[in-house]
């Protein structure tokens, strides 16, 4: 079945499987028109109009609510959509998906406690960062005591189901350094680029969204550094940067599936090249190498959570639940 990235899958395809299996369980709203656009011939011709990597039904429908589409039935956001298209086509021409989910260090949180410290982070993909600081948030693991950080409670509280394999730690690491890689960064100061994460929370998600408020203006009072250009091109010389004496961690969320399958080959060989660990949080047939554990139970849409290639969990998307499969110790040293 093909994803919903998927450029060499038709438009009609890709919309079919956001919505039955990426979307169902997680917004009605996007299920809806996404399912309405599948069958849809007039729509389709419409966003045949971008280029194939721009017709990702997230970038589409992120572009419309970027521009105050109406959230309800399909019927009343297609009329809008037809209405408008020049101004969501142009929308979608200049932005990328570059959903900053917060919440997604709580899936990072239990295999970087397992880490030696201290931490040198280095996001790829990193959109602004907001993954960047996993010890700067409160941590609410289902059946666990509550986490702060040390100096206080956090503005940040990330609520997450775990099992009881789950090794949720008793305190968050010490992080020492901070970077991260984006084609395009987006800066928590600028306004216009804190409305478009906005934009990229799911209709129904008003959690989400305050949370990456807050989020947000965490990190707008220290912010990280994010360099500009290909992950491929700027890895070596940004995980240079980071201090010696510190655990170099790359780590990626929902990256690699923008990728053509032989540059997520390379980019596979160029991490493992690195110092330190890799943590990938990719859909199950994304990240070169890894074989999933269909035994442990999960869902259609959850995440690959591994480790240095190795699956170390199954993980919900947008950081709501843990299913841990195992695994080895860390394979590599820092």
Known sequence: MPSSTDASATTAERYRVFAEVEARGMSATYEDWAS???????????????????????????????????????????????????????????????????????LHLPVLAGLPGPLALLEVGASAGLCLYPDRFGYRYSGHPPLEPADGPSPVVLDCEVDAATPVPGRLPEVVWRGGIDLHPLDVRDADDVAWLEALVWPEHDDRRRRLRAAAALAAADPPRIVAGDLAERLDA??????????????????????????????????????????????????????VRDDVPNEPADFVLALDGTQVAWAQPHGRRLRWTGGSEPSRLP
Do not use: C
Request: aromatic share 8%; charged share 25%.
């Open 36 to 106: 309405g656009i599948a069958e849809d011939p007039p729509t389709i011709a419409l966003i045949d109009e971008l280029p194939a990597a721009k017709r990702q039904p997230n970038l589409v429908f992120s572009a419309a609510r970027f521009l105050d589409a109406p959230t309800g039935r399909y019927g009343g956001f297609r009329d809008w959509l037809h209405r408008n298209w020049a101004d969501v086509r142009e929308v979608a021409l200049t932005h990328a998906t570059q959903t900053n989910e917060a919440a997604r260090s709580a």
């Open 238 to 291: 940004l995980a240079a940067e980071a201090p010696r004496d510190a655990t170099l961690v790359v780590f990626h969320t929902a990256v690699l599936m923008y990728l053509e399958p032989d540059a997520r080959e390379r980019f596979a060989e160029q991490v493992r090249g690195l110092p330190g660990h890799w943590i990938s949080a990719e859909g199950r047939t994304v990240t070169p190498g890894i074989r």
